[in-house]
């Protein structure tokens, strides 16, 4: 198990940008984040493998990138094109990736808000 701690979180007009960092304790297969709205099951955004291997959410393709630093044990969220729906608290994760994302870790999630 590893500790996980996120950080960039805030508030930013729609079609602004913001980027958040997780850094994790130790080194892991894989790192990823996850989004919760308000009222709303926590959702998948985006996962990066030890490799570089990344995979996104449909919903966030082309505006989000992930991106790591092995070296630092640090994963990064970087948002563009930033939309009230985004809006949400973002779970840094940990855990293993193949063909599905097995978590094993959750970091304490930094809100996220998108004004209009």
């Known amino acids: 198990q590893v500790q996980l701690v996120e950080s960039g979180g805030g508030l930013v007009r729609a079609g602004g940008s913001l980027r958040l960092s997780c850094a994790s304790s130790?080194?892991?297969?894989?790192m990823g984040w996850h989004r919760q709205a308000p009222g709303k099951q926590r959702e998948w955004v985006a996962v990066?493998?030890?490799?570089?291997?990344?995979n996104y959410a449909d919903s966030v393709k082309g505006r989000f990138t992930i991106s790591g630093d092995n070296a630092k044990n640090t994963v990064y969220l970087q948002m563009n094109s930033l939309k009230p729906e985004d809006t949400a608290v973002y779970y840094c994760?940990?855990?293993?990736?193949?063909?599905?994302?097995?978590?094993?870790?959750w970091g304490q999630g930094t809100q996220v808000t998108v004004s209009s």
């Open positions: 130790g080194s892991i297969n894989a």
């Open positions: 990066i493998t030890s490799a570089d291997k990344t």
């Open positions: 994760s940990a855990g293993y990736y193949s063909s599905s994302y097995l978590i094993t870790d």
